[in-house]
């Protein structure tokens, strides 16, 4: 995965959560931040110290700004999702508007990233390349070199574990489309392995360049930008995988029991209301 996609710490939030965890987590994201920086690079007292400064506003502006943004986000999810019936099209729009939300945060967050990379000594550049080196070994023993099976297992586990923090276990009529699901979705690991290892060479190449370089800044923005380097080849090949993915959740929305309906719309206003109480409107006080 990609270092600035770690970045989008609310996104984690919100599908990784308890509505109880995401005021905690969210109280707390200051300490979240830098634990997971300091989990990537080994930073000296001045680096950090500027990095929990620009964090400090960073959190600033979200909570004034972001958060009432995802509080009509969720109303306009449960207003959707509350239909007999939605369509690609409504569950497209809704992850199209989620993911404006993620780029927004990488966009405030990049000018931090590019002054704190340029900052880096010799050793911290290597020991960022090395976190890289060791997670893209990783994605190719479990998505490559492990078999077929395995992963079409792993597939469904995962969306399965997804979906239950939502609309709690699945049905076996669910679990089934889930399985023709895994099944229909194109192999593109090998090549997103190659895409993550070009995409490391060239963040090598951008820190061994980034005292004499004046594009620095420019070049490292654009270079973490969500699939900004993919060919049009591998976006077609994704884009038929995300249509797949799509339409299975339109599938799995006709498919709800009432208790699976009722516990989503359920999960969705404690989201709603989790973010309303946490935003730092200034008619909220």
Not at 30 to 46: G, I
Not at 132 to 149: G, P, V, Y
Not at 183 to 198: E, G, K, N, T
Request: hydrophobic residues 45%; negative net charge; glycine residues 4%.
């Amino acid at each position: 995965m990609r270092v600035g996609l770690h970045l989008i710490l609310i996104m984690v939030l919100v599908l990784g959560t308890s509505a109880c965890g995401v005021r905690l987590a969210y109280h707390h994201l200051d300490w979240l931040a830098m634990r997971w920086v300091n989990d990537q690079v080994s930073l000296d007292r001045v680096q950090e110290m500027t990095f929990r400064d620009a964090l400090e506003s960073k959190l600033d502006w979200h909570c004034h700004s972001e958060l009432p943004r995802y509080v009509s986000f969720l109303d306009s999810a449960i207003v959707t999702l509350q239909a007999e019936a939605v369509s690609v099209g409504q569950i497209e729009s809704l992850g199209e508007e989620a993911a404006v939300f993620g780029q927004r945060l990488l966009d405030r967050a990049m000018p931090s990233v590019v002054d704190l990379f340029a900052s880096f000594d010799a050793a911290q550049v290597e020991e960022i390349l090395a976190g890289i080196d060791e997670r893209n070994k990783e994605f190719l023993e479990e998505r490559i070199e492990a078999d077929l099976a395995q992963r079409r297992r792993e597939r469904v586990e995962g969306m399965q574990d997804r979906l239950k923090r939502f609309i709690g276990s699945t049905s076996d009529a669910q679990d089934e489309r889930l399985k023709e699901w895994a099944d229909s979705l194109l192999d593109v690991a090998p090549r997103m392995h190659r895409l993550q290892s070009q995409w490391r060479d060239k963040l090598a190449v951008l820190l061994e360049s980034r005292e004499q370089s004046d594009d620095f800044g420019p070049a490292l923005v654009e270079l973490f930008q969500p699939a900004g380097d993919w060919p049009n080849d591998f976006r077609a090949l994704m884009a038929v995988n995300r249509q797949r993915t799509l339409a299975l959740l339109v599938d799995l929305h006709a498919m709800l029991s009432g208790r699976q309906q009722r516990r989503l719309i359920s999960r969705l206003e404690s989201l709603r209301r989790d973010f309303d109480r946490l935003s730092c409107r200034q008619d909220a006080a």
